[in-house]
């Protein structure tokens, strides 16, 4: 299994907004492309002070499927302009991982 994850900030002020646009188009336009191995995504959030951080976790089965989503160039971050608008920084780049151990079912 690979595990692609990303991470992006943006103020508090734009938190919500930015976590509405995740929910509604940006998690549902990724599971209308049907792309065969994408096991799901989970969302974390972090307020700091000003600023508050999120962070993608997505899972596929295995590097075939990150590039049916991503394409070839699969460590180039998938960011809207609609998300881009709100966020304050973002990973170009996103870190790709194989999971070698798991005690969760998910």
Known sequence: M???IWN???????ADSYEQLLNKVVFPGIAQKQVE???GIQLLKKA?????N?????RFENLESVKQFAGEDYEKSYVI???????KQYDAKVAHYE???NSLSF
């Open 37 to 39: 191995g994408y096991l």
């Open 2 to 4: 690979i595990i692609r």
């Open 8 to 14: 992006g900030t943006t103020t508090a002020d734009n």
């Open 99 to 101: 999971l070698v151990y």
């Open 48 to 52: 700091q002070g000003d600023e508050v």
């Open 81 to 87: 302009d609609q998300a881009k608008a709100l966020l």
């Open 54 to 58: 999120f962070i993608t976790i997505m």
